[in-house]
């Protein structure tokens, strides 16, 4: 059994420093100065080093490292476990070869491009690895663990399929109870309910800045690009650099003046539908470089999973865990309305001119889901709206960059875009 310390060294000081406020603490002068655009660009580039490095030297101080696939896996049992929560999604088109030698060739890119992580041994974050946590999401990658788990340890959470249901609801609980002995367990520690409110202080100290980084984008004119937003996403949660350099973003963009405008406007677009993982941003791109600026993803790398956060009062810690995690609108649910409810609530806010949902070759859920979106957009909303189905080989780019293009010239001369 890999034995490990209690917690995380950082879970106690910094939930004890951790602001409830929204609003991070001010700068000094001298910060301000110092911080530039540039400078908080070049220090979420270089996230995937600064992540490699940080999960090397956690797991010489004896802590898991704990990979995981999913929004659904609460990282809050994690982190009270004393392990780093690592996301593991494959974003890498060069990979997926290695894994068709043992998957189909019809299945989603995130699912081929994680498993030829783990044919070739090239994910040094899954090498790391003390346990992964496995999820029956899609059929894809439920197979994918199991084909996982025989070589590397793996525990499956068994996800809530029916929205709004109490039996449902009370399995998941059930689950999140297993989860959390089985964790205590394997590394050896006891999970007190007070660790657990410690983690999930500093995971709603997490939302809360990448929520309000991105509400941010509410603006007129937006202080960055989607693109940008994006990379403010670790794959390690509550790294404590990071919080500290949302704090400095949030308050560098907020003493900014509004960017003055150049030539026309971008179409402000809400994009919905799969996670855009690391290496996976390619659609993003085209969308941004031909005339959109998406000013909102409801998707699994944007909003969806830091909207709402986990009640710290709770007199049961893991019941209010299972709480937030339950209401997470994933296209596994059937039915999903509060997918729908939130992009009707998203297109409001963030004054979308146009949806646009992209989903992965054989992301089935999302795929059928897609009808229903179609119908929020151009019979409710009135909305254009434009389905991309791709996956990360950019053949298909400029294909995609004619029909982004014809788009937005449709909203341009519906909504009187100048």
């Excluded at 106690?12 to 000094?28: D, I, T, V």
């Excluded at 997490?206 to 960055?224: V, W, Y």
């Excluded at 994933?330 to 039915?335: E, G, H």
């Amino acid at each position: 059994m890999h034995e490990t310390g209690s917690s995380r060294s950082e879970i106690s000081s910094q939930a004890e420093a951790a602001s409830s406020c929204p609003r991070p603490p001010g700068l000094s002068p001298d910060d301000i100065t110092a911080v530039t655009s540039a400078s908080l660009e070049n220090w979420f580039s270089q996230m995937v080093p600064r992540c490699k490095a940080y999960a090397i030297a956690q797991k010489q101080a004896g802590h898991p490292i704990v990979g995981l696939l999913c929004e659904y896996a609460p990282r809050e049992l994690i982190l009270a476990a004393g392990g780093v929560p690592v996301c593991l999604c494959g974003g890498d088109p060069d990979t997926i070869p290695a894994a068709e030698s043992v998957l189909p060739a019809n299945l989603c890119p995130l699912i081929k491009s994680t498993f030829g992580y783990h044919v070739e041994r090239t994910n040094p974050f899954l090498e790391m690895a003390d346990l992964l946590v496995a999820e029956t999401t899609c059929d894809g990658k439920k197979k994918m663990f199991e084909l996982m788990g025989k070589e590397r340890p793996t525990l499956l959470l068994e996800l809530p399929q029916k929205e709004n249901d109490p039996d449902a609801f009370d399995h998941w609980v059930r689950e999140l109870r297993g989860f959390r002995t089985a964790l205590a367990s394997r590394f050896g520690v006891d999970i007190t309910d007070a660790k657990i409110r410690a983690a999930s202080h500093l995971m709603n100290r997490e939302r809360r800045l990448r929520r309000s980084l991105a509400e941010l984008m509410k603006a007129n004119h937006p202080p960055f690009t989607g693109r940008q937003l994006l990379d403010f996403k670790s794959l390690i949660s509550t790294l404590p650099s990071d919080l500290s350099q949302y704090e400095k973003a949030l308050e560098y963009y907020r003493a900014q003046p509004p960017p003055l405008p150049s030539g026309r406007p971008p179409v402000r677009i809400l994009l919905t539908g799969v996670p855009l993982v690391h290496g996976a941003e390619r659609v993003l791109e085209l969308i941004e470089s031909h005339g959109g600026c998406v000013v909102c993803m409801e998707n699994c790398t944007g909003l969806k999973p830091i909207l709402d956060e986990v009640d710290e009062t709770a007199d049961d810690p893991l019941l209010a865990l299972a709480t937030k995690y339950y209401a997470l609108p994933c296209s596994v649910k059937t039915p999903n309305q509060s997918r729908l409810s939130l992009i009707r609530r998203l297109a409001a806010e963030y004054q979308a001119q146009c949806v646009i949902e992209l989903v992965w070759h054989a992301c089935h859920t999302y795929n059928v889901e897609a009808v229903h979106v179609k119908r929020l957009a151009e019979n409710e909303l009135r909305l254009p709206y434009l389905k991309i189905e791709t996956d990360y080989a950019p053949s298909d780019s400029a294909r995609i960059a004619v029909r982004l293009e014809a788009l937005f010239e449709t909203v341009r001369s519906v909504g009187c875009i100048e």
